[in-house]
């Protein structure tokens, strides 16, 4: 499969790039590793006019600890550097496993962390070849006016197939967002959309540039469920944080992730949680909000029973995992 024609360009500074993605003529799609949008151009998914890489932009790169102790990554990191870090694998082990569960060494050898929170959402109806899909015909995201996923669906319900957002939102950390109009700096939470078409609040031109974790003590499990480890996508995702040790909490952060269309925060089973104890109770407790709080789910991929089930076993396993730790 063949690339689409297209131009490349390669700015040597965010300014530069800023500019380019505010003046170039067409469609522009910004690159990191290009692991997600080569393969979609392949797929005749994506047919930009101009790929804007900012691998190399100077601005996006490094980890850097912030005199409040926050920790900076520019989202131009590869996820193979952020796996080795030390300062990441001392501080947060559990992030370090949401980002060596992205993918194989291969494609973290490319991939960044700002592709990784970016990733378009994924569907088993339109992540196919351009022959598969004319063969179905097109949808809410190809351009017409009909879901193949669930008949009548007013919005694309395509996933959130991606790793690092759950530990990052469960760590409340923030993205930084540059245009040529200037900066904006929101919680990753509320970066995400439950539309799978426009599925964050990014605008068409903007560029995430750096992620920014505050310093914290708490504890966090990240919990990935696939097919095979070191290649496939999640079935479903879970971080989970919380002060305290043991079966004692009183602030807790529940994400889930590659259920749902957006990363799905869990206010009403971390408070159960955090009022009955991370004991069996508290843990039944929390289960028993699941079903309210996830809401309806799609089949795409899997049952929507089979989600709901695979929920609960997430949260579960890392709320287990979470009493052997101490903060
Ligand atoms: C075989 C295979 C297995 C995979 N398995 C997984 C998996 O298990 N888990 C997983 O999470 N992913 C998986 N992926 C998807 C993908 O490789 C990763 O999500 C990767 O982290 C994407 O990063 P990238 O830099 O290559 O993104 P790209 O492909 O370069 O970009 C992805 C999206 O982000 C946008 N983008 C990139 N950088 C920025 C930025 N700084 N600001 C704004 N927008 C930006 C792009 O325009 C594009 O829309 C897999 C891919 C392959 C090929």
Not at 12 to 33: F, H, I, K, N, S
Request: charged share 25%; hydrophobic share 45%; aromatic share 4%.
């Amino acid at each position: 499969m063949l690339l689409p024609e297209h131009d490349f360009v390669k700015p040597a500074t965010l300014a530069e790039g800023l500019a380019v993605l505010r003046d170039a003529p067409g469609d522009v799609r910004l690159l990191g590793g290009g692991t997600d949008v080569v393969f979609n151009m392949r797929c005749r998914l994506l047919t930009p006019d101009t790929l804007l890489s900012l691998k190399d932009l100077p601005e996006l790169q490094g980890i850097a600890v912030l005199p409040d102790g926050s920790l900076q990554l520019g989202a131009a990191c590869r996820l193979t550097d952020l796996v080795a870090a030390t300062v990441l694998t001392e501080r947060y082990p559990a992030l370090v496993k949401a980002f060596r569960a992205v993918a194989s060494r291969h494609v973290r050898n490319l991939a960044t962390l700002g592709g990784n929170l970016c990733l378009d959402t994924r569907c088993w109806f339109t992540n196919q070849t351009k022959e598969w899909r004319d063969a179905k015909g097109p949808c809410l995201k190809t351009g017409k006016d009909v879901c193949h996923a669930i008949a009548g669906a007013p919005v694309c319900v395509a996933l959130n197939n991606a790793d690092s957002p759950p530990a990052l939102i469960a760590l409340e950390a923030t993205v930084t967002l540059a245009s040529s109009r200037g900066e904006r700096r929101l919680g990753l939470q509320d970066f995400y959309r439950e539309d799978g078409i426009r599925h964050t609040v990014l605008e068409p031109d903007e560029i995430l540039t750096r992620v920014t974790i505050p310093p914290t003590t708490d504890r966090l499990v990240f919990l990935k469920e696939t097919a095979r480890q070191g290649m496939d996508f999640s079935y479903g995702a879970i971080a989970v944080r919380a002060d305290g040790s043991g079966a004692t909490a009183s602030r807790l952060r529940i994400v889930l992730g590659s259920l749902t269309t957006a990363p799905r925060l869990l206010a009403g089973a971390a408070e159960r949680l955090a009022v009955l104890g991370l004991g069996d109770d508290g843990l039944d407790a929390a289960c028993a909000t699941l079903r309210d709080e996830l809401g309806p789910l799609t089949n795409l991929y899997s049952p929507a029973a089979y989600k709901r089930e695979l929920a609960r076993i997430l949260l579960r396993k890392a709320v287990l995992e979470l009493r052997e730790m101490q903060a």
